[in-house]
């Protein structure tokens, strides 16, 4: 196999394995996520939705969060997310400053 299609068969395989590590992990909430790592579940649907797009396929962002969630994002949101925290809040709103002052 070559190598570009030989490393597109395991990147692929370890996005397969983060979306299944996230579903595992419903506990951690997108804004705990955003908070340590800058990017949550919606930023993989964005980014899974932008990747389709650059290759001339038109992607649901719905659809890419079904994907990424592994259910209607509805759903999983009225199932698994808790009300974000003022503390939690308050370092999403710090960190968005900060990149902003930076942009």
Known sequence: M?????NIELEAAAFRRLL???DERKDVQNIELMNLADFCRNCLSKWYKAAGEE???EIDYE???ELVYGMPYAEWKA???QKATPEQLARFNEIEATKNKTN
């Open 2 to 6: 070559a190598k570009l299609e030989s």
């Open 20 to 22: 299944a590590h996230l």
């Open 55 to 57: 290759r001339g396929i």
């Open 63 to 65: 659809d890419a969060r």
């Open 79 to 81: 199932k698994y997310q």
